[in-house]
């Protein structure tokens, strides 16, 4: 019993939550950028180099026959694979740099407190003459 319960603390950690929201949405991420490479670039390449369809460029290694199947390197399908990877870490580059755009770095506050010159205990700011010792504070 004791386990289940710890395990119910580990899952239910925020961190753990976040992790798994983030799992999710990568993966719907990763399936939009892998439509846009797949219909929407690609196709903008192969006209560009003459009607190539990336997806179907391979190396050939060994023929299908009838008991077995055609063995080849689909180097097209990883240049797609690649062109996706791109993308999708120009997209998280841009989300971050305008994340860290938008966390201004904090701007120093003025003192609200103050050491006593003469107990150094911390007053407020504004006191004339610290609470702890009685002392007049000359500023």
Known sequence: MAFVQEFKKFAMRGSVIDLAVGVVIGAAFGAITKSLVDDVIMPVIGLVTGGIDFSQKMIV???????????????????????????????????????????????????????????????SIDATRCPNCTSELSS
């Not at 062109?83 to 201004?104: G, H, P, S, W």
């Not at 770095?105 to 103050?114: A, L």
């Open 61 to 123: 290694l060994k023929e299908a026959t009838e008991t077995t199947a055609q063995v080849a390197i689909n180097y097209g399908l990883f240049i797609n694979a690649i062109i996706n990877f791109l993308i999708i870490a120009l997209a998280l580059f841009v989300v971050i740099k305008q994340i860290n755009r938008l966390q201004k770095e904090e701007q120093p506050t003025e003192p609200t407190e103050k050491k006593c010159q003469y107990c150094r205990s911390t007053i």
